[in-house]
């Protein structure tokens, strides 16, 4: 992952596709780069070779072919549904690290209710708390080379998996480092861990009993000000390969079995009973990165985790830098020029190794929020 989390420092000689000025007929030409590069009229191998070669020296092409591959990335990259966006609130910063993004606010009103006001008496002042949260995003990314002779081979299979493969890079970033923010953070809340053993954390197999003592357990947690809060648990997320059929059987199964023992029985009594459990509404989210991510104290395939509604409360925010929702790609500038000095088409290769240059870019990071919101049972694998 060293190679995926790696920060990039600058952007100098690159342009980026999505923010350059285009003139009126780009649409026409971006069709006419795109049919040329699929060969979408079937010509033969030697007269595609020919314009795609006569393409390259033109001023335009450059741009024409990174704006192909940015929207295939955007593409691509819309159409991953990653797990944690269920789970997790979605929102904007104004900053990078390690300048402060934003902060957020979880406010609560000391009083339970509206004081009652006497005819012609003054409004009493609400004493109002106010917790307050540090957000962040990070910029992240990779330069992509393509060869120069890869953009003349007839059958650009090369360039048909970069777009992909830079979509799924970022989204992978993005799942990495929001699983990473929550798997086993196992400490205090004191010293800034989203989970504590004995208040949202405990050593509990998925079992219906103990998923019951933990639903009842986090929709106990109270505001500082002694308010009940909108922390109903709406999510049940475990790993793939984990608990997953463990949790389908436990939410969908009508009944469970109990066990009734009296004071004349000769033996255990089972008989079935309504899962209460499966009518609570909680929805079951397999994230495959828990499987992948070790964080804190640790996380194991058996650990099992509950969320709130993130639009009512949130454990975790994860923050796009605003104006930067979505990957970005840059390509590097020409740096070599002719024996007569005019410029040479970036689409040529850079000086040292005729390499074509784009850069991927993502600007995200992922903040813990509120422990309320979240319950976490660590179990041994």
């Not at 002694?226 to 436990?250: C, H, W």
């Not at 290769?349 to 976490?376: H, P």
Request: aromatic fraction near 10%; glycine fraction near 8%; charged fraction near 20%.
């Amino acid at each position: 992952m060293a190679e995926l989390m790696k920060i990039l420092e600058g952007w100098d000689g690159y342009s980026a596709i999505s923010e350059m000025k285009k003139p009126g007929d780009w649409e026409n030409k971006l069709k006419e780069a795109v049919d040329l590069l699929s060969n979408a009229k079937g010509m033969p191998q030697h007269r595609h070779e020919y314009l795609l070669r006569e393409a390259l020296t033109t001023s335009d092409f450059p741009f024409l072919f990174g704006d192909v591959l940015d929207r295939q990335v955007l593409a691509t990259y819309k159409a991953i549904e990653p797990e944690w966006k269920k789970y997790m609130k979605i929102s904007t910063v104004n900053r990078l690290f390690p300048h402060i993004g934003g902060r957020r606010f979880a406010i609560a009103n000391t009083g339970m209710v509206l004081d009652e006001v006497a005819e012609k008496g003054e409004y009493r002042q609400i004493a109002i708390i106010e917790t307050p949260y540090n957000v962040f995003a990070r910029k992240y990314g990779n330069r992509i080379d393509i060869s120069w002779e890869a953009m003349l081979a007839d059958d650009l299979g090369a360039l048909k998996n970069t777009p992909a493969e830079m979509a799924w890079l970022a989204a992978n970033t993005e799942h990495f480092l929001a699983v990473s923010s929550y798997a086993g953070d196992l400490g205090t809340h004191a010293a800034g861990n989203l989970y504590q053993t004995g208040v949202n954390s405990a050593a509990l197999p998925l079992t219906i009993a103990n998923l019951e003592t933990a639903v009842a357990a986090m929709q106990a947690f109270r505001h500082p000000s002694g308010q009940p809060m909108r922390n109903r648990p709406k999510y049940l997320v475990v790993s793939d390969g984990g608990l997953e059929f463990t949790a389908r059987q436990i939410l969908t199964s009508a009944t469970k079995m109990w066990v009734q023992r009296g004071a004349t029985d000769a033996a255990a009594l089972p008989f079935p009973t309504a899962n209460v459990i499966a009518q609570y509404g909680l929805e079951l989210v397999v994230d495959p990165w828990l499987s992948i991510v070790a964080g804190g104290a640790g996380h194991t395939r058996r650990s099992w985790y509950l969320f709130a509604d993130p639009t009512l409360i949130a454990a975790i925010e994860c923050d796009y830098l605003k104006g930067h929702e979505r990957p970005e790609i840059c390509m590097k500038a020409g740096d070599k020029v002719s024996i007569g000095g005019g410029d040479i088409s970036p689409m040529a290769g850079d000086f040292e190794s005729d390499n074509i240059l784009y850069r991927v870019r993502q600007c995200f990071g992922a903040n813990k929020m509120d422990w309320r919101a979240t319950y976490y049972s660590r179990v041994a694998d």
